[in-house]
């Protein structure tokens, strides 16, 4: 994969039915959020216009979580 700098997340999605695989890349923080909103707009999309039964989630390529910038 491409490196990315230390604030950056990117996602891939691959499916086959009724299977989505999101496989994510760098930093899951407050500055990554809108990304993160993006690959749950795009998840909730796949369910209702594809009928995905069932979502894993890769995190093997995400570096650091840091929570600190979410509202509980």
């Known amino acids: 994969m491409i490196p990315l700098s ?3 997340l990117a ?10 695989v999101v496989s994510f890349n760098g930093v899951f923080n407050g500055a ?5 909103e993006s690959c749950q707009s795009e998840i909730q ?4 216009e594809r009928g995905t039964r069932f979502v894993v989630l ?3 390529d995400v570096t650091k979580i840091d929570t ?4 509980p």
């Open 58 to 60: 890769n995190f093997q």
């Open 32 to 36: 990554t959020a809108r990304q993160i």
């Open 6 to 8: 230390s604030q950056t």
């Open 11 to 20: 996602h891939s999605i691959s499916e086959k039915a009724p299977y989505l």
């Open 68 to 71: 600190s910038g979410y509202a």
């Open 45 to 48: 999309r796949s369910i209702a």
